[in-house]
């Protein structure tokens, strides 16, 4: 008697419904290198190190030496067992003691579906393991990509935060001059001071984001000191447009969640194998061969060999009740991992369909943003004109820099976030799976 592997439910859309998705000319999905896209070596060599040197991955991958190793041990439970003894009997009274020195040998024949359950239950934590090494690895990427692109947007705005405080400091400069002149008041020095503290204030955030960030990374690439060379700036990492062209189960179906659902149905198909196989007799065969040695009594008692071979059965009786109550129990738990199959697959699709939208929308900010920076030096050029035709003192052109400041610090938060955003998207989809474990069937 077999049990048969549940149908697992396929529910992913045809299409994505995100626009976004369909950008023309733009990146082909690229689940084993995506990283690459941002055409920083300094990333990939990140990455490069944590794949080597991440704890968790290392863990994650002995935890999987050990499933393959009782993966191993598992397909031994229905072999023939032989083994060698040696001991001491003594007969009924004490009249005699015997020293006895053979083999015996058992072989369960795992019928009814037992042998089958077994292996399904260790090729599904086998597979498990494997799931959650490639969760461990797509897991590691996306935190180093994630923690170096906050660096070097916390590297941008630390540049500009200090262009802006230089700009403040001017200003409050010019209007000093200009309460000198009785050309303003000392609300409007005031006001100029009050904008200069707080940009020095604000000039500090992007060093305690750096000081975080190079931490994070350090632990993940399993060391405690951030590498030195991590401080030094550098531009940000830019992207291509976003393009996809594979149907979503191709790309979605590759989450370690849905991968990992799947192996749980199927080890509670194993369970259930067993829980049915249990209702039968357990048949198999037996045999020993001992030789027997009297070394109290009666010890002129020559040895003898004697061989015994016959069939072994084990059958269930007053305990039917019971174990039926297995068999339901075990049914419950497979049409539950099924459902929760279909769960993760409509989850994976709406995470999916939320970091695609998210992306779009973190394109379409990024767009705005450079078209506010061009605007800003527009303006920019404008003030430096007037004030070499002597039209202005300098203010002017001190606003229109510290508007340009912040269009540009517009800027660097809509790359940051159109990069994260990017990240998002191929975590959602996750990564390529190594081979899986055979699945009896």
Same mark, same amino acid.
């Given at each position: 008697?077999?049990?048969?592997?549940?149908?697992?439910?396929?529910?992913?859309?045809?299409?994505?419904?995100?626009?976004?998705?369909?950008?023309?000319?733009?990146?082909?999905?690229?689940?084993?290198?995506?990283?690459?896209?941002?055409?920083?070596?300094?990333?990939?060599?990140?990455?490069?190190?944590?794949?080597?040197?991440?704890?968790?991955?290392?863990?994650?991958?002995?935890?999987?030496?050990?499933?393959?190793?009782?993966?191993?041990?598992?397909?031994?439970?229905?072999?023939?067992?032989?083994?060698?003894?040696?001991?001491?009997?003594?007969?009924?009274?004490?009249?005699?003691?015997?020293?006895?020195?053979?083999?015996?040998?058992?072989?369960?024949?795992?019928?009814?579906?037992?042998?089958?359950?077994?292996?399904?239950?260790?090729?599904?934590?086998?597979?498990?393991?494997?799931?959650?090494?490639?969760?461990?690895?797509?897991?590691?990427?996306?935190?180093?990509?994630?923690?170096?692109?906050?660096?070097?947007?916390?590297?941008?705005?630390?540049?500009?935060?200090?262009?802006?405080?230089?700009?403040?400091?001017?200003?409050?400069?010019?209007?000093?001059?200009?309460?000198?002149?009785?050309?303003?008041?000392?609300?409007?020095?005031?006001?100029?001071?009050?904008?200069?503290?707080?940009?020095?204030?604000?000039?500090?955030?992007?060093?305690?984001?750096?000081?975080?960030?190079?931490?994070?990374?350090?632990?993940?690439?399993?060391?405690?000191?951030?590498?030195?060379?991590?401080?030094?700036?550098?531009?940000?990492?830019?992207?291509?447009?976003?393009?996809?062209?594979?149907?979503?189960?191709?790309?979605?179906?590759?989450?370690?969640?849905?991968?990992?659902?799947?192996?749980?149905?199927?080890?509670?198909?194993?369970?259930?194998?067993?829980?049915?196989?249990?209702?039968?007799?357990?048949?198999?065969?037996?045999?020993?061969?001992?030789?027997?040695?009297?070394?109290?009594?009666?010890?002129?008692?020559?040895?003898?060999?004697?061989?015994?071979?016959?069939?072994?059965?084990?059958?269930?009786?007053?305990?039917?009740? #019971?174990?039926?109550?297995?068999?339901?129990? $075990?049914? &419950? @738990? %497979?049409?539950?991992?099924? !459902? +929760? =199959?279909?769960?993760?697959?409509?989850?994976?699709?709406?995470?999916?369909?939320?970091?695609?939208?998210?992306?779009?929308?973190?394109?379409?900010?990024?767009?705005?943003?450079?078209?506010?920076?061009?605007?800003?030096?527009?303006?920019?050029?404008?003030?430096?004109?007037?004030?070499?035709?002597?039209?202005?003192?300098?203010?002017?052109?001190?606003?229109?820099?510290? #508007?340009?400041?912040?269009?540009?610090?517009? $800027?660097? &938060? @809509? %790359?940051?976030?159109?990069? !994260? +955003? =990017?990240?998002?998207?191929?975590?959602?989809?996750?990564?390529?799976?190594?081979?899986?474990?055979?699945?009896?069937?």
């Amino acid at each position: 008697m077999h049990t048969s592997l549940p149908t697992l439910p396929d529910q992913t859309p045809e299409t994505w419904r995100t626009d976004g998705a369909s950008v023309a000319n733009g990146l082909q999905p690229d689940l084993q290198h995506w990283w690459h896209a941002f055409g920083d070596a300094t990333l990939d060599a990140l990455v490069d190190r944590a794949l080597q040197d991440n704890l968790g991955i290392a863990v994650a991958e002995l935890r999987l030496r050990a499933a393959r190793r009782l993966q191993h041990r598992a397909r031994t439970d229905f072999w023939p067992n032989l083994n060698f003894r040696v001991y001491e009997e003594t007969a009924p009274g004490a009249a005699t003691g015997y020293l006895e020195i053979g083999f015996d040998a058992e072989w369960e024949f795992g019928l009814f579906g037992r042998s089958q359950g077994s292996a399904r239950m260790a090729a599904a934590d086998v597979n498990t393991a494997i799931v959650d090494a490639t969760s461990a690895r797509v897991s590691v990427i996306a935190e180093v990509a994630k923690n170096y692109v906050e660096l070097r947007a916390a590297q941008a705005r630390a540049e500009i935060l200090d262009e802006v405080v230089a700009q403040r400091r001017r200003r409050v400069e010019l209007m000093q001059t200009r309460l000198r002149t009785h050309m303003a008041s000392q609300m409007e020095v005031d006001h100029e001071r009050t904008d200069l503290q707080q940009a020095l204030a604000e000039s500090g955030e992007p060093g305690l984001s750096m000081q975080q960030t190079m931490q994070a990374l350090a632990v993940l690439l399993g060391t405690a000191e951030p590498d030195a060379g991590w401080s030094l700036r550098a531009g940000q990492p830019l992207l291509p447009a976003l393009d996809i062209h594979q149907a979503p189960a191709d790309l979605v179906r590759t989450r370690p969640e849905i991968r990992r659902a799947e192996q749980n149905a199927l080890h509670a198909a194993g369970e259930l194998g067993i829980a049915r196989a249990d209702l039968f007799p357990k048949l198999g065969l037996v045999g020993t061969l001992i030789s027997s040695t009297s070394i109290t009594g009666d010890v002129d008692h020559p040895n003898r060999a004697v061989p015994l071979l016959g069939p072994n059965i084990q059958i269930p009786l007053w305990d039917w009740g #019971a174990r039926r109550d297995v068999v339901g129990a $075990r049914e &419950a @738990a %497979l049409s539950a991992s099924v !459902l +929760a =199959y279909r769960e993760a697959v409509l989850e994976g699709v709406a995470e999916a369909e939320a970091a695609l939208a998210q992306f779009a929308n973190r394109t379409a900010r990024l767009d705005n943003a450079q078209a506010s920076v061009a605007l800003a030096q527009q303006s920019q050029a404008s003030a430096r004109t007037l004030q070499r035709l002597g039209l202005g003192d300098g203010l002017e052109t001190s606003s229109a820099g510290i #508007a340009l400041a912040e269009a540009r610090l517009g $800027r660097i &938060a @809509a %790359l940051r976030d159109r990069a !994260l +955003a =990017y990240i998002a998207v191929y975590k959602a989809f996750g990564g390529v799976l190594p081979p899986l474990a055979a699945v009896p069937r």
